[in-house]
């Protein structure tokens, strides 16, 4: 896919941009990165598909979305990401390097996010009422996919913060 076909301030952005500067959002999300290795976008894709459009995902639909993303995640967001991560601990005043890094980073999560956005159009076309139930649904059908079943949302986290947040921007 050619990044000049792809539109990056899209809805789901903004709703992920939004949800995510919620109260508490970031640190959950993050908490959930470093202890499942999950992928954020992916669990915004999954809250905004259940808040915006009303899907309520199956692990199939979870699969598909995660195999399309799955290229540019292993070689571009996580290879920045661990170069963010290496300047942080190291030593010497590379800080201003590192805060580039960090902008190419969330720029490349950011098409990774388009990318999730161009197939929600192409494989849920019509646009539908998001419900707060979806919303529940599909961040525990991500947890579970994401950690092979191994993590519980209910019995390890609630997600409260983000469920809360993607709950307020349904439409």
Known sequence: MDSAELELDNAFWRFSLA????????DECLALQQEFNID????LFSAWLGADRGIDLTQEDIRT???????WRSRVVRPLR????????????HEGF???????????????????YIHA?????QD????????????RAYMLYATDGTARPDDKMQL???TDAASGLAR
Do not use: C, S
Not at 40 to 43: M, P, T
Not at 128 to 139: D, F, H, L, S, W
């Open 128 to 139: 539908r009422q998001g419900q707060t139930r979806m919303i529940t649904a599909n961040i």
């Open 40 to 43: 954020i976008n992916l669990l």
């Open 19 to 26: 949800v995510y500067a919620a109260d508490g959002v970031a």
């Open 82 to 93: 661990e170069v963010r991560q290496v300047l942080k601990q190291a030593q010497t005043n």
């Open 98 to 116: 590192r805060r580039k890094v960090k902008a190419i980073e969330l720029e490349a999560e950011q098409i990774e996010q388009a990318i999730l």
């Open 65 to 71: 979305a995660d195999a399309t993303v799955e290229r």
């Open 121 to 125: 159009r192409e494989r849920w076309p």
């Open 160 to 162: 409260r913060k983000l």
